[in-house]
């Protein structure tokens, strides 16, 4: 078997009938909820590939009844959950194209969004449809879950509105046979975090985003892929590329156990992982943060892996957790890519790697090297788009095979960063001699004189009361740090000043809370919105253009 072609039962992996393939396979793996579905919640927290199967045909024929077509999209915005995998698979299943919405997002985004996509089908859970009732969103038919009666009672003194279904008007309706899309049409239309402004809509084909992606992860690599003996533990946002793309590798590889976590908080988080223990843990980095103070709990005493995506991790994060396992060479694997191209390099960290170092630090911003044979960097110029040599930051741009398709409502902001082969990412960085990549942080949040992301982890690593920074900067001014702490609001000056004083300039750091922070679906912290909130002008350093 390639790299490019994991089968499942002789075929190869087909979103529409994942599970169904997985289980014609015999898999058995057993799959623990920390909570219940939302589609079915009376199937409890145990679940196995037989049942999500089952789950898959009935929602395709819930779809099925509301209209849905070939080629037809399906915005989905719920509540996170593996459930929006399984509902992107039931639309997939009938031919349709699904677009995976966080309930995150708020509804002005939402409304922008579903003008550009002008889906077939909204569905949505009942507390989204609250929020957005009576907004006009751009969609012929909205299905709405759960136990509320929209087409009947939502206003007494209002007449039913006939294009707002419940599942009592679609259930019952068996699913037509499986359609498969052409390798290179349309098969998934996914959202980005949003950091900077609107998310983009990102169009994927089953090339891009099953042939190239979860192909290629759904191999038995040597330490890092999943073994049957493996508990695999998840905890990151389930309307992403990331979720479809992990639970097809590891349903084709066939753990032990999956260990499905939908919130960071540890109220919820602490019973399944206590209870199965995982030995390969993803999370989002700011789920990690936020169990930190947990590490020593005995939920991660058996890790042998870690791996974290979406976002920025820095070293006290890192070494936390590797030092919280008892398995005597855990890694961490870090990846570093884009939802319009996936994983462009990885580096592994262990324990060694994290310790400081003299006149030093942990380089938590070196991802290594791109992923051999599969993807390429290169530094550019940011004013002239020319190539600059080794050591010499500037502009990333990447070649991959699995590059999106298309920005869906955007195609001139899509056609602007592709040239050919080369892709535009929109961060910054340094390609060193040897070819690893040092990342400096997005263009569009660029500081004058260093990486932002740099000097985060310098102020997380040297002032250990600090949970959180994140460092924005102000034209014609220091930068703004903004510091999350922990055990309350309090930073001892004298040991800021220390901490900070070989660093450009700062302002004094503005202390919050850590729910105060305006987040993405993933845990990204929204710089844009997080200047608004503190009174900054918007302008930045950097030009924006290439978000």
């Keep these: 078997m390639g790299l490019h072609g994991r089968r499942l039962s002789g075929r190869r992996i087909e979103l529409g009938t994942l599970f169904e393939d997985v289980a014609a396979r015999g898999r058995t793996t057993a799959v623990h909820l920390s909570r219940p579905l939302d589609i079915a919640p009376g199937m409890g927290t145990v679940l196995d590939p037989r049942s999500l199967a089952r789950l898959v045909r009935t929602a395709a024929g819930w779809f099925a009844a509301a209209g849905v077509e070939p080629g037809d999209r399906v915005a989905v915005s719920k509540r996170d959950h593996l459930d929006l995998v399984l509902l992107c698979c039931a639309a997939a299943r009938l031919g349709a194209v699904p677009v995976p919405l966080p309930a995150s997002l708020e509804p002005d985004v939402l409304d922008v969004l579903l003008k550009r996509l002008d889906p077939a089908l909204l569905v949505v859970d009942a507390a989204r449809r609250a929020e957005t009732r009576g907004t006009g969103f751009a969609a012929r038919r909205t299905l709405v879950l759960g136990h509320a009666s929209p087409s009947g009672g939502e206003d007494p003194s209002e007449p039913p509105d006939p294009s707002v279904l419940s599942l009592d008007d679609v259930r019952g309706h068996g699913p037509p046979p499986p359609r498969r899309p052409r390798a290179d049409d349309p098969l998934v239309i996914l959202p980005t975090s949003g950091t900077t402004g609107v998310p983009k809509l990102v169009a994927h084909s089953t090339r891009t985003l099953l042939r190239r992606l979860a192909a290629f992860e759904a191999q038995r690599w040597p330490v890092l892929g999943s073994r049957p003996d493996d508990v695999v533990a998840a905890s990151f946002s389930f309307a992403t590329g990331r979720a479809l793309t992990w639970t097809a590798a590891v349903s084709a590889l066939g753990p032990a156990a999956v260990v499905v976590v939908t919130s960071a908080d540890w109220d919820e988080a602490r019973g399944p992982l206590e209870e199965h223990r995982p030995t390969i843990l993803e999370a989002q980095p700011s789920t990690f943060v936020r169990w930190r103070p947990y590490?020593?709990?005995g939920a991660f005493d058996r890790v042998r892996l870690y791996v974290s995506a979406f976002d920025a991790v820095h070293?006290?994060?890192v070494r936390a957790f590797l030092a919280a396992t008892r398995h005597p060479r855990p890694i961490w694997v870090q990846?570093?890519?884009r939802?319009?191209?996936?994983?462009?390099?990885?580096?592994?960290l262990t324990r060694r790697a994290l310790r400081t170092r003299r006149g030093g630090h942990p380089a938590t911003r070196d991802l290594g090297r791109p992923v051999p044979g599969r993807t390429r960097l290169r530094v550019l110029d940011r004013e002239t788009l020319r190539p600059v040599p080794r050591g010499v930051p500037g502009l990333l741009v990447c070649s991959t095979g699995a590059l999106c398709l298309d920005y869906v409502g955007e195609r001139e902001r899509y056609l602007r960063k592709r040239s050919g082969r080369w892709f535009v990412t929109g961060d910054l960085g340094v390609l060193t001699r040897s070819g690893r990549l040092l990342l400096l942080g997005r263009e569009a949040d660029a500081l004058p004189a260093a990486g932002c992301l740099e000097m985060e982890d310098?102020?997380?690593d040297r002032l250990p009361g600090v949970a959180?920074?994140?460092?924005?900067?102000?034209?014609?001014?220091?930068?703004?740090?903004?510091?999350?702490?922990?055990?309350g609001p309090r930073l001892d000056p004298h040991r800021w000043r220390d901490a900070v004083s070989d660093l450009p300039e700062l302002a004094e750091p503005v202390l919050v809370e850590r729910e105060r922070l305006p987040r993405t679906a993933t845990g990204k912290v929204r710089r844009a919105a997080l200047r608004e909130q503190l009174g900054l002008p918007p302008r930045t350093h950097g030009t924006g253009r290439w978000t």
């Design 339 to 348: 939802t319009e191209t996936g994983p462009l390099t990885f580096r592994v």
């Design 335 to 337: 990846g570093w890519g």
């Design 315 to 317: 070293p006290p994060t």
């Design 458 to 460: 310098l102020i997380e």
């Design 295 to 297: 590490a020593r709990s």
């Design 468 to 487: 959180e920074c994140v460092v924005l900067g102000v034209p014609g001014g220091p930068a703004q740090p903004v510091l999350v702490v922990e055990n």
